[in-house]
């Protein structure tokens, strides 16, 4: 039987709605029924989270001056079977834009600034490629994953160096908070023969903890392309598939000495679609990930950390339909750092000082060089092909009961370009009871990645960072089970690296606001955020353009609520109109997109997850190059079911 997008959207409502009566059905049964230990058993909902990418110390939310945002195990739960972009998506403040379904190219955008201006790190290490400077968050798997902190504006510039001036976002693997030994098994199935098997261990006693992860995801897709214009495009399913895995091991050698490793890998395939139908068999192979090794010592005085770590990011690329293109183009990125940092308690306040060195090396082949149009295109290859950047950087933390401060100061020392320092100041005070009122100044710069400098026809050696200056002040109220923050910043972008030159500038302006309630067994939450991103390039004919994929207007809501064997939440996120071109001529249209996920607890051991993403079938656009639109999925939905021995 085969069913239109109409028909078939209806006959998964109908079953959505027939899942959720059993479920409900199922809940009072498992109330009445199932044996559940008091309160303790349920999630724990924080507002009020410690955090450590915002200062490299552990820090309460509340005292943090930059906005951030935390998502834990609990919520990423809900997102079994899909990846850090996914998680993202859904967020306030965050957009994205990508070229189809699972695992294809994919762009997000924070505060104005898109992913090359955004650092992520995992554990502490840098990741992202660097040819393209795009971190591959859409090969990530989120179940190999323990929580995600985000650090809006550029206040992480002057903590963890180039490529901040947006922000931060930090992956923890699973394995960084083992609180009990324990081994579970999930299995899943959803939308397009999408499917999710894994299993992970976890071991503590009281001086080690081991956890081990491994699963395999695997869906047929869809069409990635919407309207194809003047090509013809293979319409065909574009599958995805990944095996992941992650490692965490801690171990305390003494009272005062303890180390410590992590690793998160995955090895994926993806379907791609070609340009005039010449490739219909196109796919890419992509091998990414992160390890990080770590010994720290610790008095009642200071805590010093010594690191080291590795992240990979490589990328081949196959046709499978010509001879002399059989291998195609191959990007691997290995990315080595070492960091040694002491946190010192200078009573009053905390004193942070440390020293970094960066490898970052490209091995680049079968680039082909299209400049001049040559015929045939030239092989060529990058070169050079390696940099390192040394770094030191040292800052200062105080929280008190009726104010907070912090300042930060970084030089770095890059072996293409040279010094750039960045700092940033900020203070916050609480003139009522609940109430905290902020301001900060931040610095940022971003690197010129290697395609910037070196891309065959395209490269210019002599490129500069990109720089940036960032004004924020908020006002935020924190009381009881309520946290709400409004926020509003300015920011001018200098020497914005385009048609290898640093001729651009920007300025962006903005106001966000955030808002969680905890009520009984309730959650409510809001987001808001408006967005003025300008091209403020003299004597350019796009000057007073919006920048490309940056919405004026976004916002989300949620509501959820919660017991011992189950819980529900609904949420909705909209999206305005923006433009996907620097002379604002292609329009994309704003949508709305309306989620359902939630869990029952089959049996105190057996937990069953149901999520349903677009429950409206929302006809939208994330993507369009050149005329291309890449399409987006209609409603969908992934469930699983996952038991624990404990």
């Known amino acids: 039987m085969v069913l239109s997008r109409s028909s078939s959207a209806a006959y998964l409502r109908l079953c959505i709605l027939s899942a959720l009566g059993m479920v409900a059905v199922s809940a009072t049964a498992a109330t009445n029924d199932l044996t559940v230990a008091g309160d303790n058993a349920l999630p724990k909902v924080e507002l009020d989270e410690i955090v450590v990418t915002a200062t490299r110390t552990p820090t309460k939310t509340s005292n943090v001056i930059a906005q951030t945002r935390v998502i834990d195990k609990e919520e990423l739960q809900r997102y079994q079977g899909q990846t850090v972009v996914d998680v993202l998506k859904n967020q306030s403040g965050i957009n994205i834009s990508q070229s189809g379904g699972m695992g294809t190219i994919s762009n997000f955008y924070m505060r104005g600034y898109d992913s090359k201006q955004v650092l992520v790190i995992i554990d502490g290490i840098r990741y992202s490629s660097i040819s393209t400077g795009t971190p591959s968050l859409n090969l990530l798997s989120a179940d190999q994953i323990d929580r995600i902190e985000i650090l809006y504006g550029a206040s992480g510039s002057s903590i963890y160096g180039s490529d901040a001036m947006g922000g931060v976002i930090q992956i923890f693997t699973k394995g960084s908070n083992v609180e009990q030994s324990n081994v579970s098994t999930t299995i899943g199935y959803g939308s397009h023969n999408h499917y999710q098997v894994g299993v992970t261990g976890q071991l503590k006693n009281d001086t080690s903890s081991l956890s081990l992860g491994v699963s395999r995801n695997k869906t ?141 090396k490209l091995d680049a082949s079968d680039v082909l060089d299209f400049s001049g149009f040559p015929a045939p295109a030239v092989q060529t290859a990058y070169d050079p092909d390696d940099r390192t950047v040394k ?158 994929y940056r919405p004026q207007n976004s916002g989300l809501i949620y509501v959820g609520y919660q017991q011992p064997t189950f819980d529900v939440r609904l949420e909705a996120k909209h999206t305005d109109d923006r433009f996907s071109d620097a002379t604002n001529q292609t329009k994309l249209d704003s949508y709305t997109l309306v989620n359902l996920s939630g869990s029952i607890y089959i049996q105190p051991n057996l937990r069953a997850n149901l999520r349903v993403d677009n429950l409206t079938d929302e006809d939208y656009t994330l993507s369009n190059q050149f005329g291309t639109e890449y399409a987006t999925d209609g409603i969908n939905y992934f469930t699983s079911l996952t038991y624990n021995w404990f």
């Not at 001879?323 to 308690?345: H, P, V």
């Not at 930060?408 to 009522?432: C, F, H, I, K, M």
């Not at 610095?443 to 910037?452: E, I, K, Y």
């Not at 920011?491 to 808002?515: F, M, R």
């Open 220 to 360: 047929d897709g869809f069409n990635a392309i919407a309207n194809s214009n003047s090509f013809d495009y293979n319409a065909d399913d574009d599958g995805f598939k990944s095996t992941n895995a992650s490692l965490g091991l801690q171990h305390k050698l003494s009272n005062s000495l303890s180390a410590g490793l992590s690793a998160l890998y995955s090895d994926s395939t993806t379907d791609i679609d070609s340009a005039g139908n010449t490739f219909p068999n196109a796919y890419s192979d992509q091998k990414n990930g992160s390890a990080n090794a770590f010994i720290q010592h610790q008095t009642p005085l200071t805590v010093t950390k010594l690191s080291y770590g590795q992240s990979i990011d490589k990328l081949t690329s196959h046709d499978n339909n010509s001879i002399n293109y059989q291998d195609g183009s191959q990007f691997d990125t290995t990315q080595e750092q070492a960091r040694l940092e002491s946190q010192i308690n200078a009573q009053p306040g905390t004193v942070t000082v440390g020293a970094e060195w960066l490898s970052q």
């Open 391 to 548: 770094s030191a950087f040292v800052g200062y933390q105080l929280s008190e009961s009726y104010y907070d401060l912090q300042a930060n100061y970084r030089v770095d020392d890059n072996s293409q370009y040279g010094n750039e320092s960045t700092y940033n100041v900020g203070a916050a005070v609480r003139p009522l009871d609940g109430v905290r009122i902020g301001a900060s100044y931040a610095t940022g710069f971003r690197a010129p990645t290697f395609n910037d400098l070196y891309y065959p026809g395209y490269n210019n050696p002599d490129l500069k960072p990109e720089t940036s200056k960032n004004t924020e002040v908020f006002v935020e109220y924190n009381k009881g089970k309520q946290i709400s923050r409004l926020t509003g910043y300015h920011t001018d972008v200098e020497d914005l690296i385009g048609g290898n030159t640093n001729t651009g500038e920007a300025q962006i302006k903005g106001i966000s606001l955030t808002s969680d309630w905890l009520v009984d067994s309730f959650l409510f939450g809001l987001g808001y955020d408006y967005l003025d991103a300008k091209n403020k390039t003299a004597n350019s004919t796009n000057y007073n353009n919006d920048l490309v």
